[in-house]
C-alpha cells in the first residue's frame, strides 16, 4: 500500500472511530445513562451494573466471536455490528414508554449493544494493522483518541450546559437517539477504507489451533494477565465517583454531566500526550507510572469525604489525573497487542488480550454494582474524627488491589523483554 492510501486509510479510520465514539462512552465514561437510570427509578447498583455491560459482554464473546469475523470478513463484521448497535439504542431512547420496566429496558438494550462491541473489536485491531506501520501505532492511536475524546468532552459539556438541574426525560432520549444514528457513520467509514477484506470459509479457520497458538505465545498471555489484574482495580473509579457524588455528595445530575465532562480534558491531553510520552519514557516507564497513578489516584478519592465541602473539586481534579493516566495506559496497551500479535493470528490474538481485559473491568464494575447492591459494606465507620463512607472504602480496596499487583509488573514484555525459560518437571 502506498504512502497516499495509507494516509487516507488512517483518516477513515479517524472519522470512523469519531462517529463511534459518542454511544461508547455514554455506557462506559460519562454521567448520562447513570443520570437516565436514575431518572427512570432505577437503583445505584443498576447504574453501576450499566457501565460494566460491555466488559461483560466482551468476557463472553470475544474469543467464539473471532469465528464470526473470519467467517463474514473485517468489513462486514464492523457493518452488522453497526447496524444491530444502532436499533440498541433506539430501543433505549424509548425506554420511558415501557412504564415500570423502564430501567430493565434499558438495561436489556445496553446489554444488547454491547454484544455487538466484540463483532466490533475483533475486526478493529487487523483493519488497522493492515494500513498502520510499527513506527506509526503510538502517534496515530494518541491522535485518533484525542479527537474522539475532545469531541466528547465538548459535548458532554453542552449537554451538562443545556440539561439544568432537573431535565426531562425527553432530554436524554434525544442524545440517546442521536448516539444510535451516529453509529451508522462507523459503518460508512470503515466500508471506505482502502482495503479489501475477503470473506473466509468457516472451514478454513481452525479455531482450536488459532487458540493454542495465542496461549503458548508466553509475552501476550503474560501482559494478558498483568492488563486482567490492573484493569479490575481501576476500572471501577470513574463510574463509583460520579454515583459517590449524585447519592452520597447529592450534587444535581446537570454538575455531575458537567464533571464528567470536565474529567475528560484529562483524557483528551493524555491522548495527545501519550505518543510523545511513550518515545520519551519507554513503554516501560509509561506503563509503570500508569499504575502507580491509579494507586495514588483511588487514595485520594478515599480521602475526599463529605465532611470537606471541597470535596467535589478534589474528585474532579483526581478525575482528570485518573483520564490521563487511564489515556496513556490505553496507547500502550493497544500498541502491545498489534506488537505482540504473531503473523497469521491476529484476529485470535487481539480477542484473547482483549477477553482478559475485559473479564478485569467486568469483576471489577460488576463486583461494584453487587456489593452496592446488597450493602455487603458498612454504610460509614470511624477512622479518627472521620466518618467513612461505603463508598470510600471501594476506595481504599481498590488502592491496596492495585499496589499489591506491582507483583505482576516482571509478566510485562516491555518490563521483562528478554526470557529465559526452563521447565524440567
Keep these: 500500500m502506498g504512502i497516499e492510501q495509507r494516509r487516507t486509510a488512517r483518516r477513515y479510520a479517524v472519522y470512523s472511530a469519531l462517529y463511534g465514539t459518542i454511544a461508547e462512552l ?41 469465528v464470526f469475523t473470519e467467517r463474514l470478513g473485517l468489513k462486514a463484521s464492523v457493518r452488522a ?39 466490533y473489536l475483533n475486526a478493529w485491531y487487523p483493519l488497522l494493522d493492515s494500513f498502520l506501520l510499527p513506527q506509526e501505532r503510538a502517534l496515530f492511536f494518541g491522535r485518533m483518541r484525542f479527537l ?47 482495503i479489501v477484506c475477503e470473506k473466509r470459509s468457516v472451514r478454513g479457520y481452525d479455531f482450536a489451533a488459532a487458540f493454542r497458538t495465542a496461549i503458548r505465545n508466553s509475552p501476550l498471555t503474560g501482559f494478558s494477565v498483568y492488563v486482567c489484574f490492573v484493569t479490575l482495580g481501576y476500572t471501577s473509579i470513574v463510574p463509583l465517583v460520579y454515583i459517590y457524588m449524585k447519592s452520597h455528595l447529592q450534587l444535581p445530575p446537570n454538575s455531575v454531566v458537567s464533571i464528567s465532562g470536565l474529567a475528560m480534558s484529562g483524557v483528551i491531553v493524555g491522548y495527545l500526550c501519550a505518543g510523545p510520552l511513550q518515545g520519551l519514557l519507554g513503554t516501560k516507564w509509561l506503563q509503570v507510572l500508569c499504575h502507580l497513578s491509579f494507586a495514588a489516584i483511588c487514595l485520594g478519592c478515599f480521602s475526599c469525604g463529605k465532611e470537606n465541602p471541597n470535596s467535589y473539586i478534589w474528585l474532579t481534579v483526581l478525575l482528570i489525573v485518573q483520564g490521563f493516566a487511564a489515556a496513556c495506559f490505553g496507547v500502550c496497551f493497544s500498541t502491545e497487542i498489534m506488537a505482540l500479535a504473531s503473523p497469521g493470528n491476529k484476529v485470535m490474538a487481539s480477542a484473547f488480550c482483549n477477553t482478559y481485559s475485559s473479564a478485569g473491568a467486568a469483576l471489577g464494575r460488576g463486583g461494584t454494582s453487587l456489593v452496592l447492591g446488597s450493602m455487603l459494606l458498612a454504610p460509614s465507620w470511624q477512622l479518627g474524627d472521620r466518618a467513612v463512607s461505603s463508598f470510600q472504602s471501594l476506595f481504599l480496596i481498590y488502592a491496596l488491589w492495585l499496589l499489591f499487583c506491582l507483583l505482576l509488573l516482571v509478566l510485562v514484555p516491555a518490563v521483562v523483554p528478554e526470557h529465559q525459560d526452563y521447565y524440567q518437571p
Design 26 to 66: 455514554l455506557l462506559d465514561g460519562s454521567a448520562v445513562i447513570i443520570s437516565y437510570i436514575g431518572l427512570l427509578g432505577g437503583s445505584n447498583m443498576f447504574s453501576m451494573l450499566s457501565s460494566s455491560l460491555g466488559s461483560i459482554a466482551y468476557v463472553l464473546l470475544l474469543l467464539p466471536m473471532t
Design 81 to 119: 455490528a453497526c447496524y444491530l448497535g444502532c436499533l440498541a439504542y433506539m430501543v433505549m431512547a424509548a425506554a420511558p414508554w415501557f412504564g415500570s420496566s423502564a430501567s430493565t429496558v434499558v438495561i436489556a438494550a445496553a446489554f444488547i449493544y454491547c454484544l455487538t462491541k466484540p463483532l
Design 148 to 194: 474522539y475524546q475532545l469531541l466528547s468532552s465538548v459535548l458532554f459539556l453542552l449537554f451538562g450546559a443545556l440539561m439544568g438541574k432537573n431535565p426531562p426525560l425527553i432530554f436524554f432520549q434525544v442524545i440517546i437517539a442521536l448516539s444510535a444514528l451516529s453509529i451508522l457513520g462507523r459503518s460508512y467509514y470503515v466500508e471506505r477504507l482502502p
